[in-house]
């Protein structure tokens, strides 16, 4: 298949010849000629029949009219879909039953992950058999073509991941600034769930030097143009409904582009969308460069803003930077074309900002650029910090005087814990969301590629592998002997640490299990995406009870709001599991049945002396009860959704939240010790490690940080 090879030509090392053999070819940009593709999306494959309905159609399509334009297009040659393919991910057949449907239509598939596809079992492993990656490109009919994945790993926020970027810098090196490039995701760029305006800068900014005909998003299930900062938008409604079902039909004749949406069962695309002609703009958007701050730069005094824009400076009207998108600081040019300006670290909170320099000009038109960097004013507790290259949601861990964390690129880092220096390094074959393993001097991990890997903690070689049967999305426990475990299929295992050979397999859940068992009384306990609580006996891993968690219970869509996503505690005889209906399930231990619920509640930590529970609740307190379920005290720390239990150490309660801020609250009254920002508001879907005065965390930004005096 075409894409196939073409993924091969863009990722595959290249010499400096054939480097500037393929730059040369891309630059003779040849005349685009007559072609039409369909853009479909929501699909939502597995909540009924009105999906394949509308695929069949596309199977059916010869030359299209669209009515707007009066032009007739020519048959599709391929089809884009842009996210929300499944329901419920790959659950009961659903990613199986989308390939059916479309095999009647003879169109090649161009396919890119919604959050429905990401969020309670991930089809990233079946996006990368695909195409080697869950973003990827292609070339076809003198344009470029690049599919790009907004969907979270097994969470449903979306992300634009820092090694999916770094990737794109690459792709479109080899591209012509003449060629029409279509770039396809599934979150709208102008969607407020990103984690911030720095979130979308970021890839805005790579595709600026570029001649972006089209930016092809769903989600929304509205049929509706916009335009973002200049580039043209087009979200292709749904294939699914409730609005009427339908999909955007692309063409381009004679070098002009046009979309239009077409109802399914009518017989021409009707709605207008866009028109216009695929030539490079007349006028290029200006490079712009940042001096000043560096990318991931520290600053104790003053924070220099020095930035660049290939302009005349007669053209520029205005010049000005904005920090976290409100702090506005005027710019003054400066001879040589430099405009520099300046701001206190002291007047910034200690942590991670984005700076987007803007130029306005005679056009009346902004013209901007955004780096980051962090504000370390006097005092401020940041040991050290190191970029991963890849996002991670994996919690960090201790194994000796090394610090361990997983990644999403399926890289296990070691880090020594006192000076941050890189020790040691393992790849993994998927991306490792868990937290590591420590136990006898290995590392134990799961694997979306599905296996759980045993590795020397001393040098990171591989001691034993093990193979489930689906991904490894579950963080592994142990009781001293045997490593615990489940899968994204629903089974659950045990391998003795020693050997890595199978004690026992229970297959009583019947979908993903990504969340951290909990080991107590020769039982363990954990939660699923199929709605259930379950508990095993340790010994030959046989069903206890199993009980449907109250968010469950209430929805009228179960699993999506299954008790999976923080792991269970166990504490005075109870269980406490939150999910994602925020409902947090009290469930008694010895009967497997539903004592009470408490509402609000993303996710549930145990103190370090077991008498107390902290919660982590909507509306963002942080809150301390006791056996009774009293609050002993509340503190505001910015908490919402995410499933990160709070740890407790030394006296100190650590919590991050969702968009990057770090507090330590006493544990004794709840009195905030200090805070830090550690990312640039990019999410942080992991939870915090602590150990020997020591605190870790990891963003999606993919910097590690480490506290401690």
Not at 71 to 90: H, K, N, Q, R, Y
Not at 117 to 141: I, V
Not at 266 to 281: G, R, S, T, Y
Not at 597 to 616: E, I, K, N, Q, W
Request: glycine letters at 10%.
């Amino acid at each position: 298949m075409l894409y196939r090879s073409i993924q091969k030509v863009f990722l595959r090392p290249l010499t400096l010849a054939a480097v500037a053999m393929t730059t040369c070819i891309l630059s003779a940009q040849a005349a685009v000629p007559d072609f039409t593709f369909v853009h479909i999306s929501d699909e939502h494959s597995g909540a009924g029949p009105a999906t394949a309905l509308t695929i069949a159609e596309l199977g059916t399509l010869s030359s299209v009219l669209l009515e707007p334009y009066k032009v007739s297009a020519l048959p599709p040659a391929f089809v884009i879909e842009t996210g929300d393919m499944t329901e419920f991910g790959p659950k009961n057949g659903a990613w199986e039953m989308l390939d059916k449907w479309y095999s009647t239509t003879n169109l090649t598939r161009y396919r890119a992950l919604g959050n429905h596809d990401g969020a309670w079992r991930s089809l990233t492993p079946e996006m990368t058999k695909l195409y080697g990656a869950p973003y990827y490109s292609f070339d076809k009919f003198g344009c470029h073509f690049v599919i790009l994945d907004s969907a979270g790993l097994q969470d449903p926020r979306p992300v634009l991941n820092p090694e999916e970027l770094d990737w794109l810098k690459g792709d479109l090196k080899m591209v012509s600034p003449d060629t029409p490039v279509f770039v396809a995701m599934h979150h709208p760029l102008d969607v407020t769930e990103f984690s911030s305006a720095y979130e979308v800068d970021r890839l805005v900014d790579i595709l600026r030097p570029y001649n972006v005909a089209l930016v092809l998003v769903g989600h929304g299930h509205n049929a509706m143009y916009s335009n973002y900062d200049g580039l043209d938008m087009v979200e292709g409604g749904s294939a699914y409904g409730p609005l009427p079902p339908g999909y955007q039909v692309v063409s381009v004749i004679d070098g002009k582009l046009r979309v239009a949406f077409k109802e399914r069962g009518e017989p021409a695309a009707e709605h207008a969308m866009l028109e216009k002609a695929l030539d490079p703009p007349a006028t290029r958007y200006p490079l712009i460069s940042i001096q000043a701050p560096a990318e991931h730069s520290s600053y104790s005094g003053n924070v220099p803003i020095i930035a660049w824009a290939k302009m005349s400076q007669a053209s520029i009207q205005s010049a000005y930077a904005e920090i976290d998108g409100s702090v506005k600081i005027a710019l003054t040019g400066k001879s040589g074309g430099s405009f520099n300006g300046e701001i206190s670290a002291a007047d910034l909170k200690p942590g991670a900002h984005y700076v987007k320099v803007c130029f306005t000009g005679q056009d009346g038109r902004i013209y901007r650029h955004s780096t980051s960097f962090y504000a370390d004013p006097p005092g401020v507790k940041v040991r050290w910090r190191a970029y991963l290259g890849a996002a991670s949601k994996s919690t960090p861990t201790v194994a000796g005087k090394l610090l361990i964390v997983g990644s999403n690129n399926g890289r296990l880092h070691a880090y020594d814990i006192e000076t941050g220096k890189a020790k040691w390094e393992f790849t993994a074959g998927g991306a490792l969301t868990g937290q590591p393993l420590v136990l006898g001097g290995k590392v134990f991990a799961g694997s979306e590629d599905g296996f759980l890997y045993s590795v020397s903690a001393s040098n990171g070689k591989l001691v034993w592998k093990y193979q489930a049967n689906d991904p490894i999305y579950s963080t592994a426990v142990s009781d001293g002997s045997s490593i615990y475990f489940g899968s994204a299929s629903g089974a659950f295992y045990s391998v003795s640490a020693l050997t890595g050979k199978l004690n026992w397999k229970n297959t009583s859940a019947t979908y993903n299990i990504e969340n951290k068992p909990f080991i107590a009384d020769g039982k363990i306990y954990y939660g699923c995406w199929d709605t259930f609580v379950y508990c095993l006996n340790l010994s030959d891993g046989s069903l206890v009870w199993k009980c449907m968690g109250q968010g469950s219970a209430e929805g009228t869509a179960p699993a999506y709001y299954s008790p999976a996503d923080c792991g269970p505690v166990v504490y005075k005889g109870k269980i406490f599991a939150a999910d994602r209906k925020y409902k947090c399930s009290i469930i008694d231990v010895s009967t497997g049945k539903m004592d009470n619920y408490m509402d609000g509640v993303s996710a549930v930590g145990l103190s370090a002396d077991g008498a107390y529970l902290y919660l982590r609740k909507l509306g963002g307190n942080l809150v301390k009860i006791d056996r009774d379920q009293k609050e002993v005290w509340a503190a505001n720390v910015a908490m919402d959704d995410i499933p990160a239990a709070p740890v407790e150490s030394g006296g100190v309660v650590y919590v991050c939240s969702k968009r990057g801020l770090v507090s330590a609250v006493s544990s004794d009254n709840g009195r905030v010790l200090w805070q830090y920002q550690v990312t640039p508001s990019s999410f942080v879907i992991s939870g915090m490690g602590v150990f020997g005065g020591h605190q870790y965390v990891v963003g999606t930004d993919g910097m590690l940080t480490v506290f401690g005096l």
